[in-house]
C-alpha cells in the first residue's frame, strides 16, 4: 500500500507546460492505482487491465481528453516493449513528460514480465478499430517525406515492421503521433542510449524542417488507415 501511495504522489506531481495532467486525467490514474491493488499479484489479463480502463477506455479505445491513446491498434511486442520501458524508467523520466511520468507509476505496479505478457494478451484479443482523424496536414506533401524519411522503417504503408522492431502507425491516434514525434525531437523521449530505438527515433525526429511538415506526415499516416 504504501508503495501505491508513493506512486500516486508522483503522478500528481509530475507536470510541465502542456503535459500537465489535468484533474479529471489524476482522478483516473488514481482510480487505475486503486484497481491494481486487487490484480498485480496475479497476471490475470482481464483483471489487470481493468486500470488501464480507467483512462484507456473499456475497449482499449483511448481518451484523447485524457491524453490516452487507442491501444488496440498497436502491436501486442511493441505495447510490451513500451510497458517494460516505463517500468524500468527509460520512458516517463524527463521532468517535461508528465502523462509519460503517470504511465510510469502504473507500469510499475506489474509485479513482473508474466503479468506484463499478461495485459498486452488480453488487449490483442479485443476488437481493433482505427482511430478517427483529428488533425489535418498536406498530404501529398506529407507522402513525400514519409517515402523518404520514415517508409525504410516503418513500412511503405506504415505497416510496421517487426524484425526492424519499428511498430504500425498507420491506425494509431495521430494526435497521439504527433505528440511522441514532437517529444522525439525535443529530447523528452528517446534520450536514454539505455532506450536503443527510442535513441534512434530521437534522432530521426531531428530530420523534419518544422512543424508543420511533421503535421503533414501524420496526416499521410492516418490517411492510410482509411
Excluded at 520501458?85 to 523520466?93: E, I, M, Q, T
Excluded at 517525406?145 to 520514415?150: F, G, I, R, T
Aim: with cysteine; proline share 4%; charged share 25%.
Amino acid at each position: 500500500m504504501k508503495r501505491l501511495v508513493l506512486l500516486l504522489t508522483v503522478i500528481l506531481a509530475a507536470c510541465s507546460d502542456d503535459n500537465v495532467p489535468d484533474v479529471s486525467s489524476e482522478k483516473a490514474a488514481a482510480d487505475a492505482l486503486q484497481a491494481l491493488q486487487g490484480a498485480a499479484n496475479a497476471a490475470d489479463g482481464k483483471a489487470l487491465y481493468a486500470a488501464c480502463a480507467a483512462c484507456h477506455g473499456a475497449a482499449g479505445e483511448g481518451n484523447s481528453a485524457l491524453n490516452s491513446p487507442s491501444l488496440v491498434n498497436q502491436q501486442d511486442w511493441y505495447l510490451e516493449r513500451q510497458l517494460n520501458a516505463f517500468r524500468s524508467g527509460v520512458r516517463g523520466s524527463d521532468p517535461k513528460d508528465g502523462y509519460g511520468a503517470q504511465m510510469q507509476a502504473i507500469a510499475k505496479t506489474l509485479p513482473d514480465e508474466a503479468a506484463v505478457k499478461a495485459v498486452v494478451s488480453y488487449i490483442s484479443d479485443l476488437k481493433a478499430k482505427p482511430a478517427e482523424k483529428t488533425l489535418d496536414g498536406n498530404v501529398k506533401r506529407g507522402a513525400d517525406y514519409y517515402s523518404n524519411l520514415c517508409g525504410a522503417c516503418h513500412g511503405p504503408e506504415a505497416e510496421g515492421n517487426d524484425k526492424l522492431q519499428a511498430p504500425a502507425l498507420a491506425g494509431v491516434d495521430d494526435w497521439y503521433l504527433l505528440k511522441q514525434f514532437n517529444h522525439f525531437r525535443d529530447g523528452i523521449r528517446g534520450a536514454d542510449e539505455a532506450d536503443r530505438y527510442g535513441y534512434q527515433m530521437g534522432m530521426m525526429g531531428k530530420t523534419l524542417p518544422d512543424d508543420d511538415v511533421a503535421m503533414d506526415v501524420i496526416a499521410y499516416i492516418q490517411s492510410l488507415a482509411d
